[in-house]
């Protein structure tokens, strides 16, 4: 039974794994297209925030945000291959950043051909966000085992 939870957590952690070893292919000096690609995406985001709250984002350069990824996924899916709630989370946390800024069919029209393609891989990071959710949520139901104690022995004269 072990063995097909472990199976079953690399297979859910392949998604986070072959998605963090394609940027670290294509990372090279200036972040690769992956952060050609982010630019536009962070700066309609970081406009989005400021007007909303306030907030100034401060300018991060997008070649630490495609590292900053990678390190996320790839430390995150190791812990959580072992079974680590903390794995669980780190990939929860990445998720949680990155899914608004790499999907924001929120720019779009409902009837434009982006809204719908940015709307569905949306959707398909919830459905990551939920299941890493299932996850921590039971391995902390579950009760811890404790070393079972031997009775004491009863002294005999």
């Keep these: 039974m072990a ?13 986070f794994i072959l998605s963090a070893y394609q940027e670290y292919n294509d990372f090279g000096v200036d972040g690769g297209p992956a952060a050609k690609s982010l630019r536009p995406k962070f700066n309609v985001f970081s406009k989005h ?5 306030g907030f100034v984002v401060p300018h991060v350069e997008m070649k630490h945000l495609i590292l900053g990824s990678i390190i996320m996924k790839g430390l995150g899916s ?7 709630s903390l794995g669980a989370v780190i990939l929860l946390l990445h998720q949680l950043i990155s899914a608004p800024i790499l999907y924001d069919f929120y720019n779009y029209d409902a009837d434009k051909k ?20 299932f996850f921590v949520g039971m391995k902390n139901s579950m009760p811890r085992r404790s070393p079972k104690k031997k009775a004491p022995k009863s002294k005999t004269n």
């Design 3 to 15: 063995f097909i939870s472990f199976l079953g957590r690399v297979l859910f952690v392949s998604v």
């Design 49 to 53: 925030v400021t007007t909303h709250t």
């Design 78 to 84: 190791l812990l959580f291959i072992f079974g680590s």
């Design 114 to 133: 982006e809204f719908a393609q940015l709307f569905v891989k949306f959707s398909q990071s919830l459905a990551l966000f939920g299941a890493l959710l």
